[in-house]
């Protein structure tokens, strides 16, 4: 089977399974009434309400977030060359939990009612919060990054910032009353039901700029995977690749992470997924084979966090571990056993 055509069952495949997000749900909707929705025929106005202000925008954030996760992760493997490289390796997630952690957290002891508990000004200033500390993380990296030659030295200082805002996060947790820290903890679930309405679009449109403009970097990821030296040798300026990708990552993870929170395992787990479907380091094939894979994983596991019966049943962090981890683990057993068959 070629690639082009592993891409096509893909997308035909993240098609299915948003078909199938639309009709499982607490309410049962007869797929002729969704389709019939869709194409704006009126059936039942609740049923309706159901489709176009929770499962949809569900599937949807889904789809733009699990791409955007699974590109963030195959860059920041790739920079690094480090298999276990993923989307919060440099602490840019934490940044995200930060900024939140300072919004739900201290706003309440500064100045009596936590902002999170404000409906819609409270989740605006959520993400917003998200974005802040997240860029602000990121911009620290990129200054770092100027002064630092070694990647793995980056990648030890990106995780002791992952740990310092860890840190000052469990000490704004000490210090705030439970219900706070409870709306906290709910938010570090994760989870695809929280954009909705106007935030769902600019979510989408945000990701769909953000996911082409990614794919300009695959020349320099190609040449990156060839070694420092030999990517010099043939024009590549390192330190300015090297900064472009790290930026495109950072910014892939923080948009993603204030509109659905931290979103985990998906980004170190994929890119490895698309590699052993695909057989292949050449990244004008894993870019788009891993924004597919990562659409599909996301689906299935929103899919699986509503299947109990009701919304939001499960944690979507726990599914994308429980999801993810037998994936990334059956794919690298593989690739050892082809190691040593040859």
């Known amino acids: 089977m070629t690639r082009i055509s592993r891409i096509v069952l893909l997308l035909m495949f993240i098609v299915v399974l948003t078909i199938v997000n639309l009709l499982i749900g607490s309410v049962s909707i007869p797929v002729t009434d969704v389709c019939r929705i869709l194409l704006g025929n009126e059936v039942n106005e609740v049923w309706a309400n159901i489709i176009f202000q929770s499962r949809l925008p569900q599937a949807l954030t889904a789809i733009v977030a699990g791409a955007g996760l699974a590109v963030s992760g195959l860059q920041m493997q790739t920079v690094f060359r480090n298999p276990l490289a993923g989307p919060s390796v440099l602490g840019i997630s934490n940044g995200s939990a930060l900024g939140v952690a300072f919004v739900v957290l201290l706003s309440g002891r500064i100045g009596g009612v936590a902002l999170s508990r404000l409906g819609y000004l409270g989740d605006a200033a959520m993400s917003v919060a998200a974005i802040i500390g997240a860029l602000a993380v990121m911009l620290l990296i990129v200054w770092i990054s100027q002064r630092v030659k070694g990647n793995v030295t980056l990648l030890i200082i990106g995780v002791m910032i992952g740990y310092l805002a860890n840190a000052i996060i469990g000490v704004l947790k000490f210090l705030s009353p439970e219900e706070d820290v409870k709306a906290f903890v709910v938010w570090g679930l994760g989870s695809f039901s929280r954009v909705s309405g106007d935030e769902m679009l600019l979510f989408v449109a945000l990701m769909c700029v953000l996911l082409p403009l990614s794919c300009l970097l695959v020349k320099s990821m190609n040449l990156l995977l060839l070694g420092d030296r030999y990517a010099s040798n043939l024009g590549l300026n390192i330190s300015r690749a090297r900064l472009l990708v790290i930026l495109s990552s950072g910014i892939l993870v923080a948009i993603v992470t204030a509109y659905c929170g931290p979103i985990m ?45 009701f919304e939001g049943a499960l944690p979507v962090n726990s599914v994308t571990a429980l999801v993810g981890a037998p994936v990334i683990a059956a794919v690298l057993f593989r690739r050892r056993k082809d190691e040593v068959g040859e």
Not at 266 to 277: C, F, M, T, W
Not at 283 to 293: E, G, I, Q, S, Y
């Open 265 to 309: 395992f998906i980004g170190l787990a994929v890119p490895h997924l698309a590699r052993a479907v695909f057989r292949s380091s050449d990244h004008r094939v894993l870019m788009p084979a891993t924004m597919c894979c990562g659409a599909a994983l996301a689906l299935v596991c929103n899919l699986i966090a509503r299947m109990p019966g």
